[in-house]
């Protein structure tokens, strides 16, 4: 199938590094303005394939692209593995 990233400017501030997956979070820990995902490749801990931030406030993030892609037959990402 085709899948759908939306490329954004993002002020971080403060941001909270999550090294585990927080399904409930609804605003990062008390002193973090943000919280970004360590990714599999960067830490021993990581939980996501690829960086994400997660941004609490609309002010924080300005969209700029929609991207579209496909992967591969032979990807080897924690989706395609599923």
């Known amino acids: 199938g085709t899948y759908c990233i939306v490329a954004s400017r993002v002020c971080l ?3 909270f590094v999550a090294r585990n997956i927080l399904t409930n979070a ?3 820990p008390d002193g ?3 919280m970004v995902s360590a990714t599999r490749f960067s830490s021993p801990s990581g939980c996501v394939d ?14 700029e692209y929609i ?4 992967h591969t ?5 924690q989706r395609c593995e599923e």
Do not use: H, K, T
């Open 13 to 15: 501030g403060d941001a």
């Open 50 to 63: 690829l960086p994400e931030a997660m941004v609490f406030s609309e002010g924080q993030a300005l969209p």
């Open 73 to 77: 037959d032979d990807c080897e990402c």
């Open 67 to 70: 991207i579209e892609y496909r």
């Open 26 to 28: 609804l605003r990062p």
């Open 32 to 34: 973090f303005d943000s």
